[in-house]
T-cell receptor, first 112, second 112 residues
Framework: AQSVTQPDIHITVSEGASLELRCNYS??????LFWYVQSPGQGLQLLLK??????LVQGIKGFEAEFKRSQSSFNLRKPSVHWSDAAEYFC??????????FGAGTTVTVRA | GAGVSQSPSNKVTEKGKDVELRCDPI?????LYWYRQSLGQGLEFLIY????????KSGLPSDRFSAERTGGSVSTLTIQRTQQEDSAVYLC??????????FGDGTRLSIL
C-alpha cells in the first residue's frame, strides 16, 4: 500500500533563512505527489503538485519541490522564509483511486 | 462560492446525539472526498463520491457513519449516536477526478 513519511515532526527556522521539509513515499507506480499547508483553524491549501515531467516543480508562495525517484523523495524547499510561513505542512500521495494518503505533517515555527 | 464550503464550522454536542455535517463542493467538481483529522490519527480518508455514487466507503470507521451526495453537488456526512472518539475536524475536498483536491476549512466536532 502507498504511504508517506515525513521524518521531521517540528522544524524551527529563522525568518529569512532557507527551509527544507523532507518527504519520502512508498508507491509501486509513478506517484502523484502533493504538498499542502494548513494554518491554524484553516483547511488544507495546495502548495504544489507533481504528476509527471520536470522533476523540479514550482508552487505558490515561493515554494518548490523536487521529485527524486531514486530516493523516493519529494522534498519541499523555500529559499527565504517569512513569518507567515509558520504552519503545518503535509506531503501526500494519490492512490490508484485518487484518495490522498497523507504524511503525519511537519510543524514549522519561524523565529524573528 | 469560489471554494469548498463546510457547515457548521464548529459543532458541540452531547454523547449519543446524531450530527450532520454539510459540504458544498466547488461548482462542477465531480469528485468529493471526506477526511477526518484528529490528534492521534492524523489525516484519514473516510469516503469519496464520484457523482452521486460512493465507490469507496472503506474509510468509514463504523456503521454509525454514513454519507450521501445529491444532485452531484452537496454532500452530508452523518454520525449517529456520537461517541467521544468521534471528536475531530472533518474536512471535505472536491476535484475534477484525478486532479488535485481543494479543501474546505472543516467542521470542528466536539463530543461532550
Amino acid at each position: 500500500a502507498q504511504s508517506v513519511t515525513q521524518p521531521d515532526i517540528h522544524i524551527t527556522v529563522s525568518e529569512g533563512a532557507s527551509l527544507e521539509l523532507r518527504c519520502n513515499y512508498s508507491y509501486g507506480a509513478t506517484p502523484y505527489l502533493f504538498w499542502y499547508v494548513q494554518s491554524p483553524g484553516q483547511g488544507l491549501q495546495l502548495l504544489l503538485k507533481y504528476f509527471s515531467g520536470d522533476t523540479l516543480v514550482q508552487g505558490i508562495k515561493g515554494f518548490e519541490a523536487e521529485f527524486k525517484r531514486s530516493q523516493s523523495s519529494f522534498n519541499l524547499r523555500k529559499p527565504s522564509v517569512h513569518w507567515s510561513d509558520a504552519a503545518e505542512y503535509f506531503c501526500a500521495v494519490y492512490s490508484n483511486d485518487y484518495k490522498l494518503s497523507f504524511g503525519a505533517g511537519t510543524t514549522v515555527t519561524v523565529r524573528a | 462560492g469560489a471554494g469548498v464550503s463546510q457547515s457548521p464550522s464548529n459543532k458541540v454536542t452531547e454523547k449519543g446525539k446524531d450530527v450532520e455535517l454539510r459540504c458544498d463542493p466547488i461548482s462542477g467538481h465531480t469528485a468529493l472526498y471526506w477526511y477526518r483529522q484528529s490528534l492521534g490519527q492524523g489525516l484519514e480518508f473516510l469516503i469519496y463520491f464520484q457523482g452521486n455514487s460512493a465507490p469507496d466507503k472503506s474509510g468509514l470507521p463504523s456503521d454509525r457513519f454514513s454519507a450521501e451526495r445529491t444532485g452531484g453537488s452537496v454532500s452530508t456526512l452523518t454520525i449517529q449516536r456520537t461517541q467521544q472518539e468521534d471528536s475531530a475536524v472533518y474536512l471535505c475536498a472536491s476535484s475534477f477526478f484525478g486532479q488535485p483536491q481543494h479543501f474546505g476549512d472543516g467542521t470542528r466536532l466536539s463530543i461532550l
